[in-house]
């Protein structure tokens, strides 16, 4: 059973960097598809980046590409969103999602079956 927990939020000035972690204790057995989305005050829930779990697949949102990167550790079971040159509107509450089957478009979060907590990130300006 997939079980997401993020962590590594936390507070930085613009032009900063920080790095979220997203862990399954289930241990990826039932995931094929991982993604990053983030929820700002007073806006929608939107897509940040996807991996596959072979990390042959990568995807992310023309606001964050060339900045963020995704990456996968399986022997860890965790999933990275590396974030640099962080702006105050990347400020938001980000989440981890899986999906157990293969998924298109990685963008769309109704394909998503699992979801974690979310882990806030500030950028201040």
């Known amino acids: 059973q997939v079980h997401l927990v993020e962590s590594g939020g936390g507070l930085v000035q613009a032009g900063g960097s920080l790095t979220l972690s997203c862990a399954d204790s289930g241990g990826f057995l039932s995931v094929y598809m991982m993604g990053w989305f983030r929820q700002a005050p007073g806006k929608e829930r939107e897509f940040v980046a996807a991996?596959?779990?072979?990390?042959?697949?990568?995807d992310y949102a023309d606001s964050v590409k060339g900045r963020f990167t995704i990456s996968i550790d399986n022997a860890k079971n965790t999933v990275f969103l590396q974030m640099n040159r962080l702006k105050p509107e990347d400020t938001a509450v980000y989440y981890c999602a899986a999906s157990s089957s293969p998924i298109w478009p990685l963008w769309r979060d109704s394909q998503y079956d699992n979801w974690g907590q979310g882990t806030q990130a500030t950028v201040s300006s």
């Open positions: 991996i596959s779990r072979s990390g042959g697949t990568t």
